[in-house]
């Protein structure tokens, strides 16, 4: 089969490879429409999970369900599908335990374009088909489909790793698409005040949209100092980190009131150390939670949010800045999610 893939560090390209197997609780899908993450750049061009040969990039897709193995039962060949970025086996001691995303080890359920070929190819395995896959809401568009992949559940990840609660003044840094899906699921969790972090324009105008009522820009002096004056050198309740670098904890933590919570899902794809200010983390005891977490994937999870999506309380499509059509245009979305252009906030491709 056709499919790109990251060739090495620093390379991408088209290759010729098998096509995955279907084992009894698996289903094999061809993707519909798929989309770019930000993870694919720090993947691809950061080494972000190290060296990488022939490995079929893409966690993020629309399918068809075109083989079920014997045990499947909720699926068949035909179905359309949301495919969640993260899945998990979900008989594992670690879902179990409530973290299905690590099941197999740190996360481990992470599996396309990590642990195994992504969703860039004619045909993609997904393992534990029951548990992973739902079925695409009725009249849902393919671009709406790719953001729940990931970008829904992981910027809602980000609000459940703060636990925003009503009322709440709320930091997000960062406005890339997770972060504007960590700006609407804290607004429909109730903050009062969402202050965002970010410049370029679209995603700003889009943020506002999605509940954003104030803005600053890291690139005017630290992000902390913008913070206190806004709130009266009090701080914010929480704060979600969806951008920057090993450096934004700092500034997290300096925002922050005692007792607040920051939920952070930044791919950290660079850097060996994350400093906490010894002063404004309380000398140790200022109960600031630092809380960061991949997201858990899953079919319910999909299900649910897709539900939300097709309720219309969150319009997931604005995100779909770029829509191509054909599959010859994903070496240049590709291109675009590293360059990032202002107008860009997500590239889909139709295929
Ligand atoms: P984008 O690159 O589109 O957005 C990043 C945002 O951070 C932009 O608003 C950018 O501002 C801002 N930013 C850049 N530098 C800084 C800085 N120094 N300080 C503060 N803000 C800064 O990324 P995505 O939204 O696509 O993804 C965000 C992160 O989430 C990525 O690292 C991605 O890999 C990760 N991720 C994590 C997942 C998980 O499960 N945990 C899953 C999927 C993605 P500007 O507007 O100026 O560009
Ligand atoms: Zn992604």
Request: glycine fraction near 14%.
């Amino acid at each position: 089969m056709k499919a790109f893939a990251m060739l090495k560090i620093g390379e991408a390209g088209w290759i010729e490879k098998e096509e995955p197997t279907c084992g009894p609780t698996d289903a094999l899908c061809k993707p519909l429409a798929i989309a770019i993450c930000t993870s694919d750049i720090h993947t691809v061009y950061e080494g972000g999970v190290g060296e990488r040969h022939n490995m079929v990039l893409g966690h993020e897709c629309c399918a068809e369900v075109i083989e079920v193995g014997s045990e499947v039962k909720d699926f068949k060949p035909g179905d359309k599908v949301l495919v969640p970025a993260i899945t998990p086996d979900w008989s594992s001691v670690e879902a179990q335990a409530g973290f299905a995303q690590h099941s197999g080890g740190m996360l481990a359920g992470w599996k396309f374009s990590n642990i195994k070929d992504g969703v860039f190819g004619e045909v993609f395995h997904v393992n534990d088909a029951d548990g992973n896959l739902a079925h695409l809401p009725e009249g849902m568009k393919y671009e709406e489909a790719c953001m729940l992949s990931d970008m829904v559940p992981t910027g809602f990840h980000a609000v459940e790793q703060a636990d925003v609660q009503f009322g709440d003044t709320v930091l997000v840094i960062g406005i890339g698409p997770v972060g504007l899906m960590a700006v609407a699921g804290a607004n429909l969790r109730g903050a009062s005040r969402i202050i965002a972090v970010g410049t370029r324009p679209t995603c700003v105008e889009v943020a506002e949209k999605y509940g954003a009522s104030e803005f600053i820009s890291y690139k005017d002096g630290p992000i902390s100092e913008q913070v206190m004056k806004l709130t009266d050198g009090k701080g914010v309740d929480k704060v979600i980190i969806a951008g920057g670098t090993v450096s934004t904890f700092e500034e997290a933590v300096k925002s922050l009131k005692p007792g607040g919570r920051i939920g952070n899902v930044n791919y950290l794809g660079k850097g060996d150390m994350i400093t906490i200010p010894r002063v404004e983390w309380g000398a140790g005891m200022g109960n600031k939670v630092i809380s960061g977490g991949l997201m858990p994937g899953g079919r319910l999870r999909m299900e649910k949010l897709g539900a939300l999506v097709a309720s219309g309380k969150v319009d997931v499509g604005l995100m779909a800045t770029h829509v191509f059509h054909g599959w010859e245009h994903i070496p240049e979305a590709l291109e675009m999610m590293r360059v990032k252009q202002p107008d860009l906030i997500k590239p889909v491709v139709i295929l």
